[in-house]
């Protein structure tokens, strides 16, 4: 077989309706996950959070639930299926090499959430995603010119931050999606809004930790989502900032479940 022939057989099974499927159901997990983090999130506002609010503590979540695992089995079908799916988008949808970062950057995010949710089901553990932070920010200082490379790190992750704010404020999410009927698209462009400025607000203030922690030759000030979470309880505005970001991500997983209805696969 040449590589031609490669390709288009990959390129036909990246669009076969059997992957459209899976993708759909992909995206009704992420919702899943964005919804559990949201709850959790809530949880530590009113003190009673004891699971971290993350992918991990979200995943935690649905294993101490009857048929947790069989659950768990469905959301790796899921999200390999995601990382497929976005992996043909970087191979054959993308025609610059910029339109190609999104998608690639998926693939990442979505595979370390298939690792995650292995780890979980084959040793019943789910590692800490701020100590991974912790350890990754320590490597990444102790390298020749370790601190800008790891203030350029944060920078780029404020710019992520600003950009998934901008992504929601300008609705380029509904380029993704396909025509809907009016009340849908207004429902949509609701849970868009809320759900991209809620990860916007998340991915600047963790870059911001990240740039202190640069500038102090720290690397315990860095952290994950949870430890970012953590961190809007003590800002002057309490615990009730992380309500009201809290709630953006559960719009957000509304948005996921919506967007599994209407994206363009």
């Not at 899943?32 to 009113?46: E, N, P």
């Not at 995010?109 to 019943?124: D, G, N, P, Q």
């Amino acid at each position: 077989m040449t590589e031609a022939e490669a390709k288009a057989v990959a390129r036909q099974a990246a669009d076969s309706p059997a992957m459209d499927k899976l993708a759909r159901i992909g995206l009704v997990c992420r919702g899943v996950l964005y919804g559990l983090i949201g709850v959790l999130a809530v949880q530590i506002a009113f003190g009673s959070g004891g699971r971290e609010a993350d992918k991990n503590g979200a995943i935690s979540t649905v294993a101490s639930l009857p048929f947790g695992a069989v659950i768990l089995w469905v959301m790796v079908v899921g999200f390999a299926a995601l990382t497929v799916w976005q992996a043909s988008e970087a191979i054959f949808g993308a025609h610059r090499l910029k339109d190609r970062v999104e998608p690639v950057g998926r693939v990442v995010v979505y595979t370390f959430v298939c690792a995650a949710l292995l780890t979980m089901l084959l040793t019943h553990k789910t590692g800490s995603d701020d100590q991974r932070t912790h350890d990754l920010t320590g490597k990444l200082l102790a390298l020749p010119a370790g601190q800008v490379v790891v203030g350029a790190i944060g920078l780029g992750v404020i710019a992520l931050g600003v950009y998934w704010m901008r992504y929601g404020v300008k609705k380029e999410f509904r380029k993704q999606l396909r025509p809907m009927p009016r009340r849908a698209g207004a429902v949509m462009d609701r849970l868009g809004l809320a759900g991209y400025l809620a990860r916007g607000v998340i991915a600047g203030l963790a870059g911001v930790f990240v740039i202190q922690s640069a500038v102090t030759f720290d690397p315990d000030k860095a952290g994950g989502i949870d430890a970012t979470l953590r961190a809007l309880a003590d800002t002057p505005a309490g615990p009730w900032l992380l309500v009201v970001v809290a709630l953006g991500l559960l719009l957000f997983a509304g948005y996921c479940f919506g967007e599994a209805r209407w994206r363009r696969t």
